[in-house]
């Protein structure tokens, strides 16, 4: 009788697992195609003139959904603590698929002009706000499930869809890409061009299969026995951030965990994918493959992290993931940069490639010349060099200055190499993101708990985190002499935290009754 007790009981944990999981993934997917997709999306909302300047302004729209996120975890974890965790974070679903989709319908910035990136900032913010009611109470639900000695285990589940939502959006890009045509240059072309609306569109499908689920989802326990003695809280903003002692503990989660992990998480993912692709000019597939084998190695280290702060605590866990990436971002990231330099290869001279192609713009009597130059080396590595400019039919006209790209297809050995770099990064996020959700969960009251572990969490991993890409990208801009110039920002923060927490953060085992 006692062990059919327990084996239900452990069925019922992980139905809420699954539940919980599925509809919180389907959400970072929603979230980050976006960011996937930075340099498609800065060619189609904004002006094609300065490159540069386009894919800032595509990171700062990625970054403001991360802005909005802990007005998102106010307005949802209030509704939360008031009206309970499943039907909140149903909400923040729907309201989240919606907005991707939409993201896949609007105009470009040819058609609409202007309005197009206003249109997609609003969709975005629309993003931030759901995602900031999402995984609050994800969490919640689940550690409100777990036993007490087994809560880091099970709410590292919950912890993994945030990369996996990352791997999704990865793989949809890419098969997406590949669907389109099997002349590569095509694909690609047909992908820029109105391919990058499918990952956004199909994500629709996605948030029916999970609302589906989530609907025959039962109320937390601990939130049902709160509501039936008439104990929730009356006021959850007022209790969260107006009594001293609970507005401390806020401020301790917030800079003593989640600000240095929301830089470690972002660095270790969205910054390595841009670097890669941006300075160390690697080619899209590639730069997209390699990030997609390191989280697929490195995902089952969010159990193993979250399972072990079950046993020795979570605080030295997640401090030594910001030590070890304080300590070692400069090394990795200068080795990726030194595994990508072709300079002393030797070059196959037999085996240049060079390929022109003229297209007609309309019937305004122009052509779009796009000539390809491909140089290939020794151990299988290729460089390949596009440059892109328009003959007038008008001979008086003055051309602008030809846009040239460079990719690398970088040899199989090189490629391995940079997965084990990334990995290792990957692993760093794993440390400090696999114990925080247990580790926040226990910090506050049941009553209190959604709205008070929400908000720290997105303004640590919302804002200093999703800040990371826009603002490393920026500073590497900026100090143009130092291609590491971007790591300044994460390390510096990382480093505060780490002080913080070692200093104030308890090293104690929370496995007690919630």
Same mark, same amino acid.
């Given at each position: 009788?006692?062990?059919?007790?327990?084996?239900?009981?452990?069925?019922?944990?992980?139905?809420?697992?699954?539940?919980?999981?599925?509809?919180?993934?389907?959400?970072?997917? $929603?979230?980050?195609?976006?960011?996937?997709?930075?340099?498609?999306?800065?060619?189609?909302?904004?002006?094609?003139?300065?490159?540069?300047?386009?894919?800032?302004?595509?990171?700062?729209?990625?970054?403001?959904?991360?802005?909005?996120? !802990?007005?998102?975890?106010?307005?949802?974890?209030?509704?939360?603590?008031?009206?309970?965790?499943?039907?909140?974070?149903?909400?923040?679903?729907?309201?989240?698929?919606?907005?991707t989709f939409a993201i896949g319908l609007v105009p470009g910035y040819e058609t609409i002009g202007f309005a197009a990136p206003v249109i997609v900032l609003l969709l975005r913010l629309l993003q931030g706000l759901a995602l900031g009611g999402e995984y609050g109470g994800a969490a919640t639900y689940v550690a409100e499930h777990a036993p007490a000695h087994r809560r880091g285990y099970f709410t590292s589940w919950i912890q993994t869809t945030a990369t996996l939502g990352l791997f999704v959006s990865l793989g949809v890009i890419l098969l997406t890409r590949h669907m389109l045509d099997s002349d590569q240059a095509q694909s690609i072309a047909k992908f820029n061009s109105w391919g990058w609306r499918i990952p956004f569109l199909v994500s629709i499908l996605l948030v029916v299969v999970s609302v589906y689920m989530r609907l025959k989802m039962k109320e937390s326990p601990l939130f049902t026995q709160l509501k039936q003695e008439g104990k929730t809280a009356a006021n959850p903003l007022k209790e969260s951030f107006g009594h001293k002692t609970n507005l401390k503990l806020v401020l301790l989660a917030l800079f003593g965990a989640t600000m240095g992990q929301g830089v470690v998480w972002y660095t270790g993912q969205f910054y390595a994918q841009s670097f890669i692709e941006n300075v160390c000019k690697v080619e899209f597939d590639q730069s997209r493959t390699l990030l997609i084998w390191s989280i697929l190695f490195a995902t089952p280290f969010f159990v193993v992290f979250g399972s072990w702060s079950d046993k020795i605590?979570?605080?030295?866990?997640?401090?030594?993931?910001?030590?070890?990436?304080?300590?070692?971002?400069?090394?990795?990231?200068?080795?990726?940069?030194?595994?990508?330099?072709?300079?002393?290869?030797?070059?196959?001279?037999?085996?240049?490639? %060079? %390929?022109?192609?003229?297209? !007609?713009?309309?019937?305004?009597?122009?052509?779009?010349?796009?000539?390809?130059?491909?140089?290939?080396? $020794? $151990?299988?590595?290729?460089?390949?060099?596009?440059?892109?400019?328009?003959?007038?039919? $008008?001979?008086?006209?003055?051309?602008?200055?030809?846009?040239?790209?460079?990719?690398?297809?970088?040899?199989?050995?090189?490629?391995? %190499?940079?997965?084990?770099?990334?990995?290792?990064?990957?692993?760093?996020?794993?440390?400090?993101?696999?114990?925080?959700?247990?580790?926040?969960?226990?910090?506050?009251?049941?009553?209190?708990?959604?709205?008070?572990?929400?908000?720290?969490?997105?303004?640590?991993?919302?804002?200093?985190?999703?800040?990371?890409?826009?603002?490393?990208?920026?500073?590497?801009?900026?100090?143009?002499?130092?291609?590491?110039?971007?790591?300044?920002?994460?390390?510096?923060?990382?480093?505060?935290?780490?002080?913080?927490?070692?200093?104030?953060?308890?090293?104690? %085992?929370k496995n007690v009754d919630l």
């Open positions: 009788m006692q062990i059919a007790k327990l084996m239900n009981k452990t069925k019922g944990i992980w139905r809420v697992i699954t539940a919980s999981s599925v509809g919180t993934l389907i959400e970072w997917y $929603d979230f980050y195609i976006f960011g996937s997709l930075a340099t498609v999306i800065a060619d189609q909302f904004f002006p094609k003139t300065n490159p540069t300047a386009a894919l800032l302004s595509t990171l700062a729209t990625f970054a403001a959904g991360f802005i909005v996120r !802990p007005f998102g975890a106010l307005v949802f974890g209030r509704l939360g603590d008031l009206i309970g965790r499943k039907y909140t974070f149903l909400l923040t679903l729907v309201l989240m698929g919606g907005s605590g979570r605080k030295w866990i997640m401090l030594m993931g910001m030590l070890l990436a304080v300590c070692t971002y400069k090394p990795l990231f200068r080795q990726l940069l030194t595994i990508t330099d072709l300079s002393s290869r030797k070059e196959v001279a037999a085996m240049g490639e %060079k %390929k022109s192609t003229l297209l !007609p713009i309309g019937n305004t009597g122009n052509y779009l010349r796009t000539v390809v130059n491909k140089a290939h080396y $020794d $151990d299988g590595s290729v460089l390949s060099t596009t440059t892109k400019d328009t003959l007038y039919s $008008d001979p008086a006209k003055t051309t602008r200055k030809p846009e040239i790209k460079t990719a690398k297809l970088m040899d199989s050995s090189s490629y391995w %190499k940079m997965v084990f770099v990334v990995f290792i990064m990957i692993l760093y996020v794993t440390m400090v993101y696999g114990p925080i959700a247990a580790f926040l969960v226990e910090l506050f009251p049941t009553r209190i708990r959604y709205t008070s572990m929400s908000l720290p969490y997105h303004i640590g991993n919302g804002v200093f985190g999703g800040l990371t890409p826009f603002i490393a990208t920026l500073l590497a801009t900026v100090y143009t002499s130092d291609k590491l110039a971007g790591l300044m920002y994460p390390i510096i923060v990382a480093a505060i935290s780490l002080v913080v927490g070692a200093l104030y953060l308890t090293s104690k %085992k």
